[in-house]
């Protein structure tokens, strides 16, 4: 099973950049996917989940910017960033769970596959 991020890059404040998560190895049209951001000297941070039914759930700070989505037929979900900030600056991570549930998970070890990661930075 391999996750891979890609559409990372520098885009100044206000920007939009729309990240892509492939899968493959296996399905995931039933699992809940997710992405992850890491900043320089903190901690992997929830941003964004979504479940099989297309249940969606966002942390509070990228709420009304971020959209996540999913293409089943691609085996691939999304992140749509609009009103990009300097502090969304990280590296983002895809990752999805192993089983199939319509419940949404938001934290680290809920998830048993992870992708390598993407950087997005954010000018002012």
């Known amino acids: 099973v391999q996750l891979v991020e890609s559409g990372g890059g520098l885009v100044q404040a206000g920007g939009s950049l729309r990240l892509s998560c492939a899968a493959s190895?296996?399905?995931?049209?039933?699992?809940?996917m997710a992405w992850f951001r890491q900043a320089p000297g903190q901690e992997r941070e929830f941003v964004a989940a979504?479940?099989?039914?297309?249940?969606?759930y966002y942390t509070d700070s990228v709420k009304g910017r971020f959209t996540i989505s999913r293409d089943n037929a691609e085996n691939t979900v999304y992140l749509q960033m609009n009103s990009l900030k300097p502090e969304d600056t990280a590296v983002y991570y895809c990752?999805?769970?192993?089983?199939?549930?319509?419940?949404?998970?938001?934290?680290?070890?809920?998830?048993?596959?992870w992708g390598q990661g993407t950087q997005v930075t954010v000018s002012s």
């Open positions: 979504i479940t099989g039914m297309r249940f969606t």
């Open positions: 190895g296996r399905t995931f049209s039933n699992s809940a």
């Open positions: 990752a999805a769970r192993r089983d199939s549930s319509n419940s949404l998970y938001r934290t680290i070890p809920e998830y048993d596959y």
